[in-house]
T-cell receptor
Framework: GENVEQHPSTLSVQEGDSAVIKCTYS??????FPWYKQELGKGPQLIID?????GEKKDQRIAVTLNKTAKHFSLHITETQPEDSAVYFC????????????FGAGTRLFVKA | NAGVTQTPKFQVLKTGQSMTLQCAQD?????MSWYRQDPGMGLRLIHY???????DQGEVPNGYNVSRSTTEDFPLRLLSAAPSQTSVYFC????????????FGSGTQLSVL
């Protein structure tokens, strides 16, 4: 089955700096890669996703890149703000009929003001 | 719309007790699932359902039962609670097989003593 590894487990940055979180996956059939943000006491929320036919996707200060050959994908947050402090999860699944979304272990991001 | 509603928010059980975690969604989503969240292990899929009357196992199904008699509800049953089931449980739904975005509830924190 699919296995997703995520690094680092904890990341501390200064406000305004960039943050990068990296994930690798094992199943070459996976073709959908979402990122979820979990704030304290809440359930995860989707912040951005990418499909395997796309190498990069941006949405304001966040971007995701995918290297399908190497089976890794990354989340980039630029100009970090204190409200970006949260736990971030990467995940992988198979589009259309893939019912098992497999998550990484999570990265706790601290943005220091 | 309330989205995905989980009850209770907190629960303490003694070893061997049984209980049901409730999950309801009002978005008419076909797909529903249960995850458990443990420190350093991310979100692990317990069971999922692709529609009323259909359920299947995820990564860590042992010790848990589910049923899906209606589109709206997807309860998770612990028949004989064990300390290893101490965790935060999240219910999630998505529209159908072609739309992978997951909508999470706010979680149930379960402690088994």
């Amino acid at each position: 089955g699919e296995n997703v590894e995520q690094h680092p487990s904890t990341l501390s940055v200064q406000e305004g700096d960039s943050a990068v979180i990296k994930c690798t996956y094992s199943d070459s059939a996976s073709n959908y890669f979402p990122w979820y943000k979990q704030e304290l006491g809440k359930g995860p929320q989707l912040i951005i996703d990418i499909r395997s036919n796309v190498g990069e996707k941006k949405d304001q200060r966040i971007a995701v890149t995918l290297n399908k050959t190497a089976k890794h994908f990354s989340l980039h947050i630029t100009e970090t703000q204190p409200e970006d402090s949260a736990v971030y999860f990467c995940a992988a699944s198979i589009h259309t009929g893939g019912f098992k979304t497999i998550f990484g272990a999570g990265t706790r991001l601290f943005v220091k003001a | 719309n309330a989205g995905v509603t989980q009850t209770p928010k907190f629960q303490v059980l003694k070893t061997g007790q049984s209980m049901t975690l409730q999950c309801a969604q009002d978005m008419n989503h076909e797909y529903m699932s249960w995850y458990r969240q443990d420190p350093g292990m991310g979100l692990r899929l317990i069971h999922y359902s692709v529609g009323a009357g259909i359920t299947d196992q995820g990564e860590v199904p042992n010790g848990y039962n589910v049923s899906r008699s209606t589109t709206e509800d997807f309860p998770l049953r612990l028949l004989s609670a064990a300390p290893s089931q101490t965790s935060v449980y999240f219910c999630a739904s998505r529209v159908d097989a072609t739309n992978e975005k997951l909508f999470f509830g706010s979680g149930t924190q379960l402690s088994v003593l």
